[in-house]
């Protein structure tokens, strides 16, 4: 094989073992499955003629043993009793949807009849035998047995009687031919038994697919609810930060741009540096939206995490709200999503004290680490809140989502003012994340 057929093909077989192709190829079988089952859906509902098998039937009845009486000159003759019985099986028929009983009844006893009398053997059977599978499929199968053992029964008692309907001795049929009749009449019930049994499998087949089908469609949307809901927290902590400090950063240029233009021009670089990066990180988190993207306008960075917090205080520091951070216990390897959720939420405790915590506010950062938990503390001094500010849930978003995502890890997160001033941050992270739990990455 040529290299570049061998790579060609390679790169088709990593095409083929991805999630996303495994997804179109579930799309598809979803959508063959909606098409199959509207068909089938179309196809039971569609009105079906009722005239067209019983007419066809007594067609092929009367014909076929007309015909047949020519070889048989030893049979009963065809009166007009005989044809009334080969008509009265197709005529029950059309009764075998809303009453199978009463069809299977009327067919079994007028070919028991006409075969009892002695008339010629030909298809006199075929509506008798239509009948018995509809009352099978439709009916309870132990009255359905009951009544062709008791129409057998009564052909056996007919044939073996004194006389016929004419009064005359019929032809008395041979206990060969008596065991025959039996036999079909327990192939004709064991056939109809397994096309009930197969129809009930296949119906139990299609629904446990539907039931399968909905079910992988409702997974699907609730992945791509909690995707969105993911990336609806990222943009708003990524966002909520940066242009906060873009804000206090842009207040202090304009005050300072005529007494003190150096300054000013600090603040500005802050102000560029600043929306580099919370462009940078809107990036990230939407190169989620298109995984296959090769775009270099698409940034791989690693997602920001507890080894981030110090750069997260130095904005702060930038920005004229002066923070200290302090670790205690010896730092452990996290899981991704512990330390992803532990960075915004120091990252939104952060930006909630410039916000609102007034000029004069210093918040600082614990991070204890302990064998099973990781706990964040972010408390900031400020004066006393009013009875009116005096809400610890707000109507922002911000401390929801914070303890959403602590909540979402299986942890803990308690936001309320402190009684000398100021607001207090405190959450409880677990260090192993439970199976089931969201561990969603955005990168």
Same mark, same amino acid.
């Given at each position: ?15 083929? %073992? +991805? ?43 009367? !014909? ?28 029950? /028929? ?34 008798? /035998? ?8 439709? #009916? ?48 004709? /019930? &064991?056939?109809?038994?397994?096309? %009930? ?9 299609? %629904? ?12 699907? %949307?609730?992945? *791509? ?9 990222? =943009?708003?902590?990524? /966002? ?16 300072? !741009? ?5 300054? *000013?021009?600090?603040? =500005? ?5 600043? #929306? ?10 939407? +190169?989620?939206?298109? @995984? ?13 995490? =507890? ?16 923070? #200290? ?59 006393? &809140? ?12 911000? !401390? @929801? ?43």
């Amino acid at each position: 094989m040529h290299p570049d057929d061998r790579q060609a093909w390679r790169r088709r077989r990593s095409e083929w %073992r +991805s999630p996303e192709w495994q997804a179109a190829r579930e799309r598809q079988r979803e959508a063959w499955l909606r098409q199959r089952d509207q068909w089938r859906e179309r196809r039971a509902n569609r009105p079906r003629p009722l005239l067209f098998t019983p007419v066809l039937l007594a067609a092929i009845q009367v !014909i076929g043993c007309t015909l047949a009486a020519r070889g048989q000159p030893t049979a009963t003759p065809l009166g007009a009793l005989g044809y009334l019985l080969l008509v009265a099986g197709p005529a029950a /028929l059309l009764v075998r949807r809303p009453q199978p009983l009463l069809a299977a009844a009327v067919g079994l006893g007028a070919a028991v009849a006409y075969l009892a009398i002695g008339y010629p053997t030909g298809p006199f059977f075929l509506a008798a /035998l239509v009948a018995l599978f509809a009352a099978v499929r439709r #009916s309870r199968r132990e009255l359905v047995w009951t009544l062709a053992a008791v129409a057998y029964a009564s052909y056996v008692f007919l044939s073996f009687g004194p006389y016929t309907a004419d009064m005359r001795v019929p032809p008395r049929p041979s206990l060969g031919e008596v065991v025959v009749v039996g036999a079909w009449f327990a192939v004709a /019930l &064991l056939l109809a038994e397994t096309v %009930r049994f197969r129809g009930g499998q296949m119906a139990e087949y299609a %629904r446990a697919q539907a039931e399968a089908s909905r079910a992988r469609q409702e997974q699907s %949307r609730r992945q *791509a609810s909690d995707e969105r809901l993911q990336i609806a927290r990222e =943009l708003h902590d990524v /966002l909520g930060h940066h242009l906060s400090l873009i804000n206090v950063r842009a207040g202090v240029g304009l005050h300072l !741009i005529d007494s003190r233009p150096e300054e *000013a021009r600090a603040a =500005l670089e802050a102000i560029k540096t600043a #929306s580099a990066e919370a462009l940078h990180e809107v990036r990230g988190v939407l +190169s989620a939206l298109a @995984p296959n993207d090769a775009s270099p306008s698409a940034p791989r960075t690693p997602t920001p995490g =507890l080894a981030d917090v110090s750069a997260l205080a130095d904005d702060a520091r930038a920005a004229g709200l002066p923070v #200290s951070v302090e670790i205690t216990g010896a730092p452990t390897p996290v899981p991704a999503a512990v330390d992803r959720a532990a960075y915004r939420i120091v990252q939104e405790a952060l930006t909630n004290v410039r916000r609102h915590a007034g000029p004069d506010a210093r918040a600082a950062v614990t991070l204890r680490y302990a064998d099973e938990e990781l706990r964040i503390v972010v408390e900031n001094s400020g004066p006393p &809140l009013s009875p009116v500010e005096d809400a610890v849930d707000g109507a922002g978003n911000g !401390i @929801p989502g914070m303890r959403e995502r602590a909540t979402a890890l299986g942890g803990t997160l308690v936001a309320r003012p402190r009684p000398e001033g100021g607001f207090r941050v405190d959450a409880n992270l677990p260090l192993t994340v439970r199976s089931g739990q969201s561990t969603g990455e955005t990168e």
